[in-house]
């Protein structure tokens, strides 16, 4: 275990197993669980840290989740609210990988769209889906873009 | 052929539903679909039809025309065109009537109509419900207007008729009215900005071209140039397209009527405008244009609007044959 684990270690204890998602812009923890579908229902066990002092950053946020690694496309979703956020796999208490996240080109049945005429929001058997586009996120149905509070639209 | 840009959202691969076999089929969804090589080949096709074609050409094949709601013109024009090419229209009566009502999805309306017929021609109230069609049909889908979304085939007829009086490229075209929630002036625009026209934009306050869509335009070198009156512009343009300003959006008949009449296109408005400029309107029109426009030379509305018919029996062979 290196720095960060034992100096916050009165905060959040280690894990054995599991994800650390860290530099995640502050304030912004619980809109990544939400992002990545982890809700109350849950049963992995999720530590939360939120406006940690960092040095890379004034203040950031970390989630841990323990027992479960995330796959690729549920990190890059983070990219829409946390951009530096970096995820750390741990296996047997070290840092076993580190990566960035990525933005993904595309988002399927992760925001729903604002625009109370798209057939996106009427009972059809489809999932919504955006493409992430400089602008914001583009609904492929009605062509509706959101520019904003995007994590007011997550599913 | 597969030109158009198909049924799979935008490339993105989307759940087949079950018993149904993945394949690209030429939908008609949105104009923003096309690249201009592709509208050329379908104004084309539609000029070949005009002078001659083959009226057994869609012999055999069955159209099914799902409205759900109402459009005289649209429905009687591709009804017509596909008539004309030797081929069946059936429909599904009215809403009310149908299983519709019952609640069933239009993803299964248009899974089961899927097997009765060889194209769909949907006109829906929800915004993207062709797309959604597009991805469910294993026939092709043509839009026909999705609420406040797509009307290709409006739009196809709109180049078209400018087509048959010049060339479209670095036209200045004029958008007049309601432009804010147009949405025939809007893929107008989005389709000429292709061809590098400039977009002169007159309309009222609070009903202009939306900013998105013009930073979209712009972003893609075309010069959009608004206007307060159409007076100190209308001598500098080749086509004036008129869009209805509807009497809903203001918040009385007085000042509908204030409004309405600055905007209106009169024979005396007219008088000094370019040798081959012509005025469009999507109809039906209330009185934006004068009835005294109707026999001046630049009057091409009605043309516009029998327009439609070469222009769908182009829609129809191209999907069909
Ligand atoms: N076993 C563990 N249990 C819980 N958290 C851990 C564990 N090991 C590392 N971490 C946390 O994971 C993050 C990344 O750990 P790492 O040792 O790579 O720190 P770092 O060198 O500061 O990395 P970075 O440059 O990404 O900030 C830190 O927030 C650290 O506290
Ligand atoms: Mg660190
Ligand atoms: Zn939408």
Known sequence: ???????????????????????????????????????????????????????????????????????????????????????????????FAKKGVETPEFLVGIVRCPNPGCISNANEPIQSRFEVQEKGLHCLYCDWVITRDITSYII | MGNFRVGLCAGIPVPIPPGQKRCFMRHIISIRDFDRAEIDDLLDKAQKIQSRFDSSSLKGKILALLFFEPSTRTRMSFEAAMARLGGVSISMGSVEASSISKGETLADTIRVVSGYVD???????????????????????????????????????????????????????????????????????????????????????????????????????CEVINHENISGIIRELDVLYVTRIQRERFPDAS???????????????????????????????????????????????????NNGIPVRMAMLEKVMK
Request: hydrophobic fraction near 40%.
């Open chain 1, 1 to 95: 275990m290196t720095g960060d684990a034992t100096e916050r270690g009165l905060l959040i204890s280690p894990i054995k197993h599991g994800t650390v998602i860290d530099h995640i812009t502050a304030g912004e923890a619980l809109n990544v669980l939400k992002i990545i579908g982890i809700t109350g229902t849950t049963t992995e066990s999720i530590s939360v840290a939120t406006n940690v002092k960092s040095g890379k950053m004034a203040k950031k946020d970390i989630v841990k989740i323990e027992n479960r690694e995330l796959f690729k496309d549920e990190v890059n979703r983070i990219s829409l609210i946390a951009p530096n956020a970096s995820i750390n796999i741990i296996r047997d208490y070290k840092v």
């Open chain 2, 119 to 221: 194209t769909i021609v949907l006109r829906h109230p929800k915004e993207g419900a062709a797309r959604l069609a597009s991805e469910f049909a294993s026939v092709p889908v043509i839009n026909a207007g999705d609420g406040a979304g797509q009307h290709p085939s409006q739009t196809l007829l709109d180049l078209y008729t400018i087509r048959q009086s010049m060339k479209i490229d670095g036209i200045h075209a004029g958008l007049l009215g309601d432009l804010r929630y147009g949405r025939t002036a809007h893929s107008l625009a989005h389709a000429l900005s292709l061809y590098g026209a400039t977009i002169h934009t007159i309309s009222p306050k609070g009903l202009e071209l939306p900013s998105s869509l013009v930073d979209e335009l712009t972003r893609g070198g």
């Open chain 2, 255 to 305: 000042s509908y009527f204030k409004v309405a009449s600055s905007y209106r296109v009169t024979p005396d408005l007219l008088k000094d405008v370019r040798d081959t400029f012509i005025v469009l309107h999507p109809l039906p029109r209330l009185d934006e244009i004068d009835f005294g426009v109707d026999s001046l030379p630049c009057a091409r509305y009605f043309e516009q609007s």
